[in-house]
């Protein structure tokens, strides 16, 4: 028997160029998980949006690049061969870790077709979200039925599918981060641990999607696993998109409002993102650093968490979430547990 591991995550455009940009925004917006509209009235919409954002987007890109290519590319293919070591060393089958991006490359179907190769019997697919949102681990794993069952057609391949769910409250996972925010931060009297997730569509929320609870969950549980008392732990979101109706509180208007308040010593931590991305590193790291100090002024602290990227306890807890899922999948014999 073989498992095939699909590494999932939101991706990115292949190069910093105005072309790549194009065409990596132009298959993310088209999903209707993020526009939810007729396709018709949502390839007028992307359209619209494409003339001009690709442009102004593109010295974000410069900025964050580096000359071996993404931190974020980067990050996930480590993630990825971590995790295949982590796996062989704990499930009794041959296991194959493959990284498939919702948009952009390599592609689900790039990563479906080499475990295909390959010979997998199984296929896990794992959204590297710790929380679950419909637009994030939702449209990854309808992306993923979607390309296998086109296979099936093609190829005649029917793995069996299983569906790895979030891991928030994996110990591993809670642990690592805490690890991350001590590693950088020191909690004081008077100063504030700021934790921003990515923001969502309240009509999402309101129609059962869990993720705000779950948010406001990981900040309560990062505040225990600190000892941070629970008021000095604010949650707040960022990069809201458009003009809908987004979760809120955002994060600059938090980070503004904490040093009109005399607040001088703030640290941000972004627990939904599991590799470094140019929504933490610039969004949060360059763009919510200045929005603070600017109101702060230059004595206060600003501190910038990064993300997990490959850190030991984030693979164990991906490899976790793999293994209980495979447990829990019917038909399937137990996997061996760590030694």
Known sequence: MKIGVVLM???????????????????????????????????????????????????????????????????????????????????????????GQRYGNPSVLDALHELRVWGADRVVILPAYPQQVKACTGTCLARAREVLASMAQRYGWRPQMVEAGSFYLNDNWRRAVARQVARSWAWQPGSKLVVSFHSTLVKDIEAGDPYKTQCEETAANLASDLGIPAGDVVLCYQSRFDNRKWLQPLAPAVLEKLAAQGVRDVAVVCPGFVAENMETALDVGRDLRRCYMEVAGREASFTYVSCLNSDAGLIKALADTVVEALEAAPGLPEAAGEE
């Open 9 to 99: 995550n939101t991706g990115t455009a292949d190069e910093p160029t105005v072309p790549a940009i194009r065409s990596y925004l132009y298959e993310f917006l088209m999903d209707p998980a993020i526009i939810p509209a007729p396709a018709f009235i949502r390839k007028h919409i992307v359209n619209h949006i494409l003339a001009k954002r690709p442009q102004s987007t593109l010295p974000r890109y410069e900025e964050f690049w580096t000359p071996q290519g993404s931190p974020f590319t980067i990050a996930c293919g480590k993630q990825a061969q971590r995790l295949e070591v982590e796996l062989s060393g704990r499930l009794p089958e041959d296991v194959r870790v493959a990284v």
